[in-house]
């Protein structure tokens, strides 16, 4: 089963929009990842949290991780057409030499 | 840099037939690791190998093999393709384990008629 899930399944927003996706996990984790997903493509790594992380910016990406809930978000700021794709967070399990993807969380900014 | 490199990139096998998926990497990567993405669904893993000469078991081995005889070369094969191998495969390659992040190919899309 997968490791990671993510809500919602789906968002649909307005240019200019933020936007915020949430990521759930079950067991102790090293660090975790988002990656995003353009139709047809390969993944490509956005963002990397360690555990002992609370918070993380690039650009205009924020990603937040609470390991008392086993949770995280990343947020999208002023959203643009381009970020339209899927999200997927990714953790490093302790217990394991890899990681473990969740569903993902398909974007859509209008235009 | 090419970095990940998959080929070929869409294959139509008919049911039994075999075929090998090829991935190469130009980063020096020790780890290596082939998923597949089915609609609506994340990444399985397959196989995966943490360096040259070693292959493992991922979540979804059944009916696929590995080798991966060179650093940076990780091949994919199904030795009788079934309808429920059709998907999407992806390689991707890391500096070491999940400690780093991955780097992925475009992708192979393969149909299993």
């Known amino acids: 089963s997968q490791q990671g899930e993510e809500d919602p399944q789906a968002l649909s927003i307005q240019e200019g929009e933020n936007a915020t996706m949430n990521c759930s996990y079950k067991t102790s984790i090293n660090n975790l990842q988002w990656y995003r997903q353009n139709s047809g493509r390969g993944l490509v790594h956005l963002i990397l949290i360690r555990s002992n992380e609370r918070e993380k910016h690039s650009g205009r990406l924020r990603v937040t991780l609470d390991t008392s809930k086993k949770s995280s978000s990343l947020l999208i700021t002023a959203s643009r057409a381009a970020d339209t794709a899927s999200y997927f967070c990714?953790?490093?399990?302790?217990?394991?030499?890899?990681?473990?993807f969740g569903e993902g969380t398909q974007l859509t900014v209008n235009p | 840099n090419a970095g990940v490199t998959q080929t070929p990139k869409f294959r139509v096998l008919k049911t039994g037939q075999s075929m090998t998926l090829l991935c190469a990497q130009d980063m020096n990567h020790e780890y290596m690791y082939w998923y597949r993405q089915d609609p609506g669904m994340g990444l399985r893993l397959i196989h995966y190998s943490v360096g040259e000469g070693t292959t493992a078991k991922g979540e979804v081995p059944d009916g696929y093999n590995v080798s991966r005889l060179k650093k940076q070369n990780f091949l994919l094969g199904l030795e009788s393709a079934a309808p429920s191998q059709t998907s999407v495969y992806f390689c991707a390659s890391s500096r070491t384990s999940g400690r780093h992040e991955q780097y992925f190919g475009p992708g192979t899309r393969l149909t299993v008629t």
């Open positions: 990714a953790t490093d399990e302790t217990s394991g030499s890899r990681l473990t």
